[in-house]
């Protein structure tokens, strides 16, 4: 009998929010520490970019405790979260990759200098196509190339 109360208790009590996606804003700094725990004395795990996608798993006060497309998960300050609806217009998705990032490059070919890396889940916003190769802008600002074959929708 104890088990079928308990059973109609966890029908009628939600167990939780489902997940929600975020952004991470633009910050003082360019960057948003991900930390292992709930505050600023727990280390910092990762730090995430302006416009990085986030799926928050659960919340504790202004603290989220968030997934990354990656799987990677940890908890940062909700103040510098925002909704996408904010963002309008055409967004591409980073892909995740075998070395678990993309180049992001000067030109249109693997020839060209790499800027910087991106990571799975980064927004892009595209500017203009050349081939396979697709020029971006990534939440930063910053403008570069992309390969098509890893960014989507």
């Known amino acids: 009998m104890r088990h079928v ?66 799987g990677e998960r940890g908890w940062v300050s909700g103040n510098y979260l925002e909704r996408g609806e904010k963002r309008a217009g055409n967004v591409l998705f980073v892909k995740q990759t075998s070395d678990g990032y993309l180049n992001f490059r000067a030109g249109p070919g693997t020839s060209h200098r790499i800027l910087r890396r991106v990571y799975p889940g980064d927004r892009l916003v595209p500017l203009r ?17 992309v390969h098509g074959a890893y960014v989507s929708r």
Do not use: C
Request: charged content about 20%; proline content about 4%; cysteine-free.
């Open 129 to 145: 196509t050349q081939g396979d190769w697709i020029a971006v802008r990534h939440a930063t600002g910053a403008e570069g190339w």
């Open 5 to 70: 109360l308990f059973m109609a208790f966890l029908l009628l009590v939600p167990l939780g929010a489902m997940a929600q996606t975020l952004y991470v804003a633009r910050t003082d700094d360019g960057y948003l520490n991900m930390r292992a725990g709930p505050g600023t004395r727990f280390d910092v795990i990762r730090r995430l970019s302006p416009g990085d996608r986030v799926d928050v798993e659960e919340t504790l006060g202004k603290w989220y405790n968030i997934r990354l497309s990656s």
